[in-house]
DNA sequence: AAGTCGGGGGC
DNA sequence: GCCCCAGACTT
C-alpha cells in the first residue's frame, strides 16, 4: 500500500508552496497553524503574505498584534493567530530563534497540539512521528474498519491503528514516514474525502474495507453533526472582528449597536466584547475599542 | 468526553 | 441551507 499511495501521491499532489523543497521550517509551522479547521485553498494567500512580511520567528515575534489580527484576516479562530504570535516569542526566547525539530519541544508550544506537532516534525525535520488528521481519520476508518466516516473524537484506538497501519519501516525512516502521512492526507483532501468521494480515481480501491463492504453509509453515530452557526456567539464576535479590522478605534457604544445582527440581544452583545477583550483579540481605553496595539 | 471557537465554498 | 474543512484548549 506504501509504494502505490506513494507513486499515486508523486502525480497526483497539489503543488503547494509549504511543501517545496526550500520552504523554512517556519513556514511550514505557519502553514499547519493556518490550516486546523480551514481548507488550503483559503490559507493559500493568507500565508504567502504572512511569509512575506513575517519571514521567521523573531518578524512574527516583534509585529504588533493588530497588524498580526489585519493580516490574518477572515481565515477564523483569530485566536489561533495570536497563539502562533506566541509561538513565534516562545521560540525566540527558547529557541533562539530556530523552529524546535522533536514533537516534544513542538508540543510545548502555544496552539501547537498532537496532530501540529507530529506534521512539523515529520514534514519539516523528516521525524518518523505518525501524523493523524482529519482526512488521515476518514482514509483509514474506510480503508481498514470499513467504516464510512471515523467518529466524532479522536480515541486511543485510533492512534493505535494509525500507528499500525503505517509501515515498519517508516517508523525508523523519517522520509519514508513523510511520504506516507502526507500520501494519506492527500488522499482524504482529493479523492477519499467526506461527501461524495472519488472512489474510482482511487489508488487503493481494491484494497479499501469500505468499498469491498459495498460503502456502507454512516450511522447516525458517525454524523458529525455540524455546529450551529447563525445568533451564536461565535457569529457575533465574528462581526464585531470585522468591524475593528477596518483599522480605527470605535466607540464601544457604536460597536455594540452597529453590527449588522438585528437579532442579536444587547446581551449577548456585551458578552461577546467582554470575551474578545478577554481574549487578547480587542483592546480598549475609556470608551474607545480597537483592535489591540492600536490603543 | 463534550463545548467553544470563524468563516466561506461546495453541494 | 447544511456540511465540512491539515485542531487546540478548557471544563
Redesign the pocket.
Known sequence: MHFRLAQWYAQAARD?P??REDCSAWGVMV??IM????????VLPRWEEWMRRWPTPAATAAASAAEILTVWD??????RAL?LQAAAQAIVERHGGEVPGTRQELLAL????????A?VACFAFDQPEVVV???IR?VHARVFSGHA?PG??F?AQQRKLAHDVMPQTAHDDGELACTWN?AA??L??LIC????PKCVECPVQDLCAWRAAGSPPATEEQ?????A?AG????V???M??VLRTGEPVQRSVLLETLPLPEAGMEQRVRCLD?LLRDG?AAEDKELVALPGVI
Open positions: 503547494l509549504w511543501r502553514s499547519e490550516l486546523q479547521q480551514t481548507p488550503v485553498v483559503r477572515r481565515l477564523g479562530y483569530p485566536r497563539r502555544p496552539g501547537v497540539g498532537e496532530y501540529t506537532a506534521a488528521d482529519t482526512n476518514r466516516l466524532k473524537t480515541t502526507i492526507m492527500e482524504g483532501a474525502t467526506a461527501r461524495a454524523q458529525t453533526r455540524g455546529q452557526w451564536t456567539d461565535r457569529q464576535r465574528g462581526a472582528m470585522a470575551s483579540l
